[in-house]
């Protein structure tokens, strides 16, 4: 409209008076609701801070494990992002590939991987996490279980030769690529043939646990970094601290209860914190938005929660190792724990005086 | 006392250089002025004049609509050319009259004329701030001598001079604190008076150091006056936020500030009351802070209710670069305009004009339930949680999860990765459990 009057100077030129006023139709603005600004944090920046945060202990495992760690690691993205895409694509839903929500899954799965991993291992662990456990679900944002976690649990339960029994300890500290039981494998099995636990826990085998000197899965194995990330991204308020330090703490507590009344059948509870895949759980895995709490007291609740069952399997159950599982049970619960945590509105009148 | 602080809150750039040092200047009446009739909280007021009308400035062009309404008086001396609907800024088209003014502005019989508030009793008082037409000037135009009436058996004991200014961008509180920090304390002592408190607060934010100098000057001499320099954080300046930083005291969840002893008054409203009281001047015109990056020349302006935004836009130079966003007060909680053809109310406390740049358009994604907005709400709400509901139609379950108690700051849909709108979804619940609520009472 605006051009037409425009377009059309001779008549507006003979009588300006009046027209040019209907000719000012003002500029039309783009219009949305409140608020108008917004701090800029998106999706796939928090994607990309955890998959930074997890880089250290990532590099690490190639360090020790050497190339074989780092095929595990690409085969394992690169089928995360062709599920992902194909899921999408088959669903007709937009492809979001770039929120960098499967990669993250797809490095989460590669380090609850032994390095020793065949190659159709991980790609059926990606199609259970992405596909069977994030998809069809919804995608981002709808999957009630962390998916990363599903195909693991999946591999764990049948293919238990493959993810259990093929340890490789690290030939970059002077030992031979040879196949070894975990500390955790070490201390069930003593337990069971010699009645009690045999496990050296002296000085140098606390610091060949910290910085991952053991067998294990690729990312398991350098508390130390993986600590340090937890760090970075408790930092950058990425991750509240609420589900790690309640997640360890319980393990931690827990297990010391149980050495105090007799250590000769339980382990030393620091053992149990820094052996086994506890760190990597409870600081990138526990903490999966999607699948956790989002109240405060929720976060703190689950974390305890994850710990006691994973104590529980640790100590009573049929596997050397129980981070997964509990915090897939943990994950069920949280619709649960989020209803029950609801935050108390700000001025909520306290039931007494309700009740008066 | 001291310095509380309330939960959540986020930290937006505040963008006021743009404006903060600039002094108020008048601008000179347009050619034509688009007056509402509805321009308070609660019952619009109505009109008494026609088309064809002579009316003076100050005249009464709309009576109250009821005990919670205020008139409207003729912001300057001409005539009244039509009667109609217009672009209103909250976004519909709304009943005003179209004045074009004579040029004169020629007061109307007693208007602006200087009186001596010696001897007036409270009730004298309100019933002089009700015909002036003043309402709460920092957005919300609830009518002021309601506020000032407080139902028989509650006390209030402190009154809170709000210039905390906490939406970015926006200065004219600032400017009206530097420039007029006697008129403004004036007007607070008018309502301390009425509502017999003793004690009288200015709360002002810390990033306006010369506010908050000004004023601790200002309130010296007198006695039961303070001045608070808060911390700089959104949205510092709601009410019920700010009376627990300053108080500690919780208003209640549905409450009022009255509940906990407390009124809140707006920097401006206290001082279009000692306008009101002191010279009887209707509230008719108001500082408007037109800027952002948007705009060629920001200014705080001091506009006549009615200027049309394209008017003062033009008064700030017109619009720079590729204007692409206008808002109608702050961009926090402001009201997007569709086109510069609404005009200025009571509460229009700025014109903020974005460019293209700064006005992303999102595509809204699936809540990742990252929690970013349950540790930013203020009200401890689960925004998440609520947004969910919404999207559902479950509007009982958002009710039980207090939605009705959103302040709709927008501090969740700032800080929210999926760029989800959840003011908006808030907005939409709020309005069908109120539906419910009818239908249930």
Same mark, same amino acid.
């Given at each position: 409209?605006?051009?037409?009057?425009?377009?059309?100077?001779?008549?507006?030129?003979?009588?300006?008076?009046?027209?040019?006023?209907?000719?000012?139709?003002?500029?039309?603005?783009?219009?949305?609701?409140?608020?108008?600004?917004?701090?800029?944090?998106?999706?796939?920046?928090?994607?990309?801070?955890?998959?930074?945060?997890?880089?250290?202990?990532?590099?690490?495992?190639?360090?020790?494990?050497?190339?074989?760690?780092?095929?595990?690691?690409?085969?394992?993205?690169?089928?995360?992002?062709?599920?992902?895409?194909?899921?999408?694509?088959?669903?007709?839903?937009?492809?979001?590939?770039?929120?960098?929500?499967?990669?993250?899954?797809?490095?989460?799965?590669?380090?609850?991987?032994?390095?020793?991993?065949?190659?159709?291992?991980?790609?059926?662990?990606?199609?259970?996490?992405?596909?069977?456990?994030?998809?069809?679900?919804?995608?981002?944002?709808?999957?009630?279980?962390?998916?990363?976690?599903?195909?693991?649990?999946?591999?764990?339960?049948?293919?238990?030769?493959? %993810?259990?029994?093929?340890?490789?300890?690290?030939?970059?500290?002077?030992?031979?690529?040879?196949?070894?039981?975990?500390?955790?494998?070490?201390?069930?099995?003593?337990?069971?043939?010699?009645?009690?636990?045999?496990?050296?826990?002296?000085?140098?085998?606390?610091?060949?646990?910290?910085?991952?000197?053991?067998?294990?899965?690729?990312?398991?194995?350098?508390?130390?970094?993986?600590?340090?990330?937890?760090?970075?991204?408790?930092?950058?308020?990425?991750?509240?601290?609420?589900?790690?330090?309640?997640?360890?703490?319980?393990?931690?507590? %827990?297990?010391?209860?149980?050495?105090?009344?007799?250590?000769?059948?339980?382990?030393?509870?620091?053992?149990?914190?820094?052996?086994?895949?506890?760190?990597?759980?409870?600081?990138? %895995?526990?903490?999966?938005?999607?699948?956790?709490?989002?109240?405060?007291?929720?976060?703190?609740?689950?974390?305890?929660?994850?710990?006691?069952?994973?104590?529980?399997?640790?100590?009573?159950?049929?596997?050397?190792?129980?981070?997964?599982?509990?915090?897939?049970?943990?994950?069920?619960?949280?619709?649960?724990?989020?209803?029950?945590?609801?935050?108390?509105?700000?001025?909520?009148?306290?039931?007494?005086?309700?009740?008066? | 006392?001291?310095?509380?602080?309330?939960?959540?809150?986020? &930290?937006?750039?505040?963008?006021?250089?743009?404006?903060?040092?600039?002094?108020?200047?008048?601008?000179?009446?347009?050619?034509?002025?688009?007056?509402?009739?509805?321009?308070?909280?609660?019952?619009?007021?109505?009109?008494?004049?026609?088309?064809?009308?002579?009316?003076?400035?100050? !005249?009464?062009?709309?009576?109250?609509?009821?005990?919670?309404?205020?008139?409207? &008086?003729?912001?300057? *001396?001409?005539?009244?050319?039509?009667?109609?609907? &217009?672009?209103?800024?909250?976004?519909?088209?709304?009943?005003?009259?179209?004045?074009?003014?004579?040029?004169?502005?020629?007061?109307?019989?007693?208007?602006?004329?200087?009186?001596?508030?010696?001897?007036?009793?409270?009730?004298?008082?309100?019933?002089?701030?009700?015909?002036?037409?003043?309402?709460?000037?920092?957005?919300?135009?609830?009518?002021? &001598?309601?506020?000032? *009436?407080?139902?028989?058996?509650?006390?209030?004991?402190?009154?809170?001079?709000?210039?905390?200014?906490?939406?970015?961008?926006?200065?004219?509180?600032?400017?009206?604190?530097?420039?007029?920090?006697?008129?403004?304390?004036?007007?607070?002592?008018?309502?301390?008076?009425?509502?017999?408190?003793?004690?009288?607060?200015?709360?002002?934010?810390?990033?306006?150091?010369?506010?908050?100098?000004?004023?601790?000057?200002?309130?010296?001499?007198?006695?039961?006056?303070?001045?608070?320099?808060?911390?700089?954080?959104?949205? !510092?300046?709601?009410?019920?936020?700010?009376?627990?930083?300053?108080?500690?005291?919780?208003?209640?969840?549905?409450?009022?500030?009255?509940?906990?002893?407390?009124?809140? !008054?707006?920097?401006?409203?206290?001082?279009?009351?000692?306008?009101?009281?002191?010279?009887?001047?209707?509230?008719?015109?108001?500082?408007?802070?037109?800027?952002?990056?948007?705009?060629?020349?920001?200014?705080?302006?001091?506009?006549?209710?009615?200027?049309?935004?394209?008017?003062?836009?033009?008064?700030?130079?017109?619009?720079?670069?590729?204007?692409?966003?206008?808002?109608?007060?702050?961009?926090?909680?402001?009201?997007?305009?569709?086109?510069?053809?609404?005009?200025?109310?009571?509460?229009? *406390?700025?014109?903020?004009?974005?460019? !293209?740049?700064?006005?992303?358009?999102?595509? *809204?994604?699936?809540?990742?339930?990252?929690?970013?907005?349950?540790?930013?709400?203020?009200?401890?709400?689960?925004?998440?949680?609520?947004?969910?509901?919404?999207?559902?139609?479950?509007?009982?379950?958002?009710?039980?999860?207090?939605?009705?108690?959103?302040?709709?700051?927008?501090?969740?849909?700032?800080?929210?990765?999926?760029?989800?709108?959840?003011?908006?979804?808030?907005?939409?619940?709020?309005?069908?459990?109120?539906?419910?609520?009818?239908?249930?009472?």
């Amino acid at each position: 409209m605006e051009e037409n009057m425009e377009g059309k100077p001779g008549p507006a030129a003979e009588k300006p008076a009046p027209k040019p006023k209907k000719a000012e139709v003002g500029p039309r603005f783009v219009v949305s609701s409140s608020p108008h600004m917004h701090d800029g944090r998106t999706v796939a920046q928090i994607m990309r801070l955890v998959l930074i945060a997890l880089a250290p202990a990532a590099l690490f495992s190639i360090y020790i494990f050497g190339l074989d760690a780092l095929r595990v690691i690409l085969i394992s993205i690169a089928s995360a992002k062709i599920f992902e895409a194909i899921s999408q694509k088959v669903m007709k839903r937009p492809i979001t590939l770039r929120d960098g929500s499967a990669a993250l899954t797809g490095l989460l799965l590669a380090m609850n991987l032994p390095s020793t991993s065949p190659w159709w291992l991980i790609v059926v662990g990606n199609f259970f996490a992405i596909v069977i456990a994030k998809q069809l679900y919804g995608g981002l944002g709808y999957n009630p279980f962390n998916p990363a976690l599903v195909g693991r649990v999946v591999l764990l339960i049948s293919f238990p030769v493959h %993810m259990t029994a093929r340890w490789v300890t690290n030939s970059r500290f002077g030992t031979d690529a040879v196949t070894a039981a975990t500390p955790l494998t070490q201390m069930k099995e003593s337990l069971a043939t010699l009645g009690h636990i045999d496990i050296a826990f002296g000085r140098e085998q606390i610091f060949d646990l910290l910085i991952g000197n053991r067998a294990g899965c690729l990312g398991e194995t350098s508390i130390v970094l993986l600590a340090l990330g937890g760090i970075f991204l408790i930092w950058k308020r990425v991750i509240s601290y609420r589900i790690p330090v309640m997640f360890i703490g319980a393990v931690w507590a %827990m297990t010391g209860i149980f050495h105090l009344i007799d250590p000769a059948h339980y382990a030393d509870p620091s053992f149990h914190i820094i052996t086994g895949g506890l760190f990597l759980g409870a600081i990138f %895995m526990a903490t999966d938005y999607v699948t956790s709490p989002v109240t405060r007291k929720g976060m703190l609740i689950f974390g305890a929660g994850c710990g006691v069952i994973t104590v529980l399997i640790r100590l009573w159950g049929a596997y050397p190792e129980g981070v997964s599982f509990a915090i897939l049970l943990m994950n069920a619960a949280t619709p649960l724990i989020d209803r029950y945590t609801k935050p108390k509105v700000f001025g909520a009148v306290d039931s007494k005086k309700a009740a008066a | 006392m001291g310095n509380g602080r309330f939960f959540g809150g986020v &930290h937006p750039s505040y963008n006021k250089g743009l404006s903060d040092s600039r002094e108020v200047v008048e601008m000179p009446v347009p050619e034509k002025l688009v007056v509402f009739f509805a321009q308070n909280l609660g019952a619009p007021s109505q009109p008494v004049v026609k088309k064809g009308d002579e009316v003076k400035k100050g !005249q009464v062009i709309a009576e109250s609509g009821g005990f919670v309404s205020t008139p409207i &008086h003729a912001p300057t *001396s001409g005539k009244i050319d039509s009667i109609g609907v &217009h672009p209103s800024p909250v976004g519909v088209d709304a009943p005003a009259a179209v004045i074009i003014p004579d040029g004169k502005d020629e007061w109307c019989e007693g208007c602006g004329v200087e009186r001596s508030s010696e001897g007036l009793d409270a009730e004298k008082i309100k019933e002089i701030i009700h015909d002036n037409g003043v309402v709460g000037m920092g957005g919300a135009t609830f009518p002021t &001598h309601v506020k000032l *009436s407080p139902p028989a058996g509650k006390k209030m004991d402190i009154l809170i001079i709000n210039g905390a200014e906490c939406e970015p961008y926006l200065t004219a509180d600032h400017r009206l604190m530097v420039e007029h920090a006697e008129g403004i304390l004036d007007g607070a002592a008018l309502f301390a008076a009425v509502i017999g408190v003793g004690s009288v607060i200015v709360a002002i934010e810390k990033n306006k150091p010369d506010a908050i100098e000004v004023m601790r000057e200002a309130v010296a001499g007198r006695e039961g006056f303070s001045v608070e320099a808060m911390e700089v954080i959104y949205p !510092q300046g709601a009410e019920k936020q700010l009376i627990y930083a300053i108080t500690k005291r919780k208003v209640p969840a549905g409450g009022l500030p009255m509940d906990v002893g407390v009124l809140v !008054q707006n920097v401006g409203t206290a001082l279009a009351a000692c306008n009101a009281v002191r010279f009887n001047r209707p509230l008719i015109e108001r500082v408007v802070t037109v800027t952002g990056s948007g705009i060629k020349e920001p200014k705080n302006v001091l506009a006549r209710v009615g200027t049309r935004f394209e008017d003062l836009v033009k008064f700030c130079g017109g619009l720079e670069g590729d204007a692409a966003k206008c808002i109608n007060g702050g961009p926090m909680m402001g009201v997007a305009q569709y086109s510069l053809d609404a005009a200025v109310t009571k509460g229009t *406390s700025g014109l903020v004009i974005l460019r !293209q740049e700064e006005v992303a358009q999102f595509v *809204s994604d699936a809540c990742i339930r990252c929690a970013r907005c349950l540790d930013a709400c203020p009200m401890r709400l689960n925004p998440s949680a609520l947004s969910i509901f919404t999207e559902k139609m479950r509007f009982e379950d958002a009710s039980e999860y207090n939605v009705m108690d959103c302040i709709e700051c927008g501090c969740c849909a700032y800080v929210c990765p999926s760029r989800r709108p959840m003011v908006h979804h808030f907005r939409r619940a709020k309005a069908e459990v109120r539906k419910l609520q009818r239908k249930a009472g």
